[in-house]
């Protein structure tokens, strides 16, 4: 089992930066990150299989970054250029899908990081 812990979000004004880290226990095939406005389903927004491969959803390219340090068991998400539709729980999340795009199969979760985007 793979325990994660989500910390780094805040409050920021709309087009501000905030970059948020995750510290899990052992490494797995599939890192991603995830978020839950209220009202909303969960949506994946990037994920990442091993240092390079790396994939993001269509409304955060080029705004969000996902990185990885293997030697810290840290995985990373940086946020520039916040809009305030990106206001939601941020989720780190870890799995083995064939796909690490197939963002239902990931079983493992930390307990969130709120980010909050403010005009």
């Known amino acids: 089992e793979v325990q994660l812990v989500e910390s780094g979000g805040g409050s920021v004004p709309a087009g501000g930066s905030l970059r948020l880290s995750c510290a899990y226990t052992?490494?797995?095939?599939?890192m991603g990150w995830f978020r839950q406005a209220p009202g909303k389903e969960r949506e994946g927004i990037a994920a990442m299989y091993s240092t390079f491969n790396t994939y993001y959803a269509d409304f955060v390219k080029g705004r969000f970054t996902i990185s990885r340090d293997n030697d810290k068991n840290m995985l990373y998400l940086q946020l520039n250029d916040l809009k305030i539709e990106d206001t939601a729980m941020y989720y780190c999340?870890?799995?083995?899908?064939?796909?690490?795009?197939?963002?239902?199969?990931?079983?493992?979760w930390g307990q969130g990081t709120q980010v909050t985007v403010s005009s």
């Open positions: 999340a870890a799995g083995r899908p064939l796909f690490c795009t197939s963002w239902e199969q990931y079983d493992f």
């Open positions: 052992s490494d797995i095939r599939c």
